[in-house]
C-alpha cells in the first residue's frame, strides 16, 4: 500500500514560515496528474489550501493567497508548500494528496503534519 509521507510541519510564530514536504513511501507506478495539501482545523471540515496539476496549473483557497505558494519536483514525485505570513488562523493537520486523473478525487492521502501558529 503506497501512502503519502509529509514532513515540515511544527510550532511556529505568528508571522513565521514554514514549508512543507510530501512524497509517496514507494513508487506508485503511474504517473501523478494533481497533487494538493489539505488542512482540518479542530472542529472544523478538511478544506482544500492549494493544488498543482502536472502542467503546474494552480489554485489556492482564499484565505492562504498571496501567503502560500504549492510547488512540485516530478522527478521524485515530491510537493512542496511554502507558508509565509503565518496566522493563528492557520493551525490545523496538514494533510497532502496526489491523485491520477484530471477529475475525481484523490486517491492517495497521507497521515498529516501538525501545523501551529502561536506566540
Not at 42 to 65: C, F, H, M
Not at 66 to 80: C, E, L, P, Q
Not at 102 to 109: D, Q
Request: overall charge positive; hydrophobic content about 30%; charged content about 15%.
Amino acid at each position: 500500500q503506497v501512502q503519502l509521507v509529509e514532513s515540515g510541519g511544527g510550532l511556529v510564530q505568528p508571522g513565521g514560515s514554514l514549508r512543507l514536504s510530501c512524497a509517496p513511501s514507494k513508487s506508485i507506478g503511474s504517473r501523478i496528474y494533481k497533487m494538493g495539501w489539505y488542512r482540518q482545523a479542530p472542529g472544523k471540515q478538511r478544506e482544500l489550501v492549494a493544488g498543482i496539476t502536472s502542467n503546474t496549473n494552480t489554485n489556492y483557497a482564499d484565505s492562504v493567497k498571496g501567503r502560500f505558494t504549492i510547488s512540485r519536483d516530478d522527478a521524485n514525485n515530491t510537493v512542496y508548500l511554502q507558508m509565509n505570513s503565518l496566522k493563528s488562523e492557520d493551525t490545523a493537520v496538514y494533510y497532502c494528496s496526489a491523485g491520477l486523473h484530471p477529475f475525481g478525487t484523490y486517491e492517495y492521502w497521507g497521515q498529516g503534519t501538525q501545523v501551529t501558529v502561536s506566540s
